[in-house]
């Protein structure tokens, strides 16, 4: 982990590189979260990693170390009709999209963990498969991302008890299809996952 891709872009003459990474596409519930970080090149983040591979005590830590050190970070949402609308794949670079244009300091360069490129438009991009554990601004990035989106489900959790979003934040878990079974979809569901239960 380290800052060889950015290192390598600013060598071909960029000269703001932006790191992004988003966090729950695979949920039944809530939004699709993503966020771009700018960071100052050679920071050192303590820490810093693929942000699934930490605790969540942890990534609560680095979302504050990041907040305060990045040049500038901001964060994106596609919600749970949107992705019904449009599907999670063009959500989620609907959400990116978002994170970037949120961003007061425009990157002419960006670095996008996965294989498919969103085409955020006006900005040369590059996609990084495991990025988040290979570049600094891509982790940073999915940090903000995760942490974010985890807090929002507690924030739901709260609206629908029922469904006990704080504990598996909308992910497919055994419990969550047990509620969805007892207590069927709720306006946060994402209805093009949960065809079956549906019946379509």
């Known amino acids: 982990m380290d800052y060889s891709f950015e290192e390598n872009a600013i060598s071909k003459g960029f000269k703001t590189i932006c790191g992004i990474d988003e966090a729950g596409r695979g949920p039944l519930a809530g939004p699709v979260y993503a966020a771009a970080v700018i960071l ?7 820490g810093l990693n693929d942000s699934k591979k930490l605790s969540e005590k942890k990534r609560e830590e680095l ?5 305060e ?11 749970e009709k949107e992705i019904d609308e449009i599907n999670i794949l063009n959500a989620t670079f609907l959400a990116m999209k978002r994170a970037v244009d949120g961003l007061k300091i425009k990157p002419d360069y960006a670095l996008i963990d996965g294989n498919r490129y ?21 982790a940073a990035a999915s940090i903000l991302a995760k ?3 985890d807090r929002y489900m507690l924030e739901i959790a709260e609206t629908y ?10 992910y497919g878990t055994k419990l969550h299809y047990e509620m969805l079974e007892k207590y069927g979809i709720s306006p946060v569901h994402r209805k093009s996952f949960l065809k079956k239960l549906l019946g379509e």
């Open 40 to 46: 100052p090149l050679g920071l050192e983040i303590t």
């Open 63 to 67: 979302f504050d170390v990041i907040c």
């Open 69 to 79: 050190k990045a040049v500038d970070f901001s964060i994106g949402i596609a919600d």
């Open 118 to 138: 969103p085409r955020i438009g006006g900005i040369t991009e590059e996609t990084i498969v495991k990025g988040d554990g290979k570049s600094m601004s891509v």
């Open 147 to 149: 942490v974010s989106r």
């Open 161 to 170: 008890p029922q469904y006990c979003f704080e504990k598996h934040k909308g």
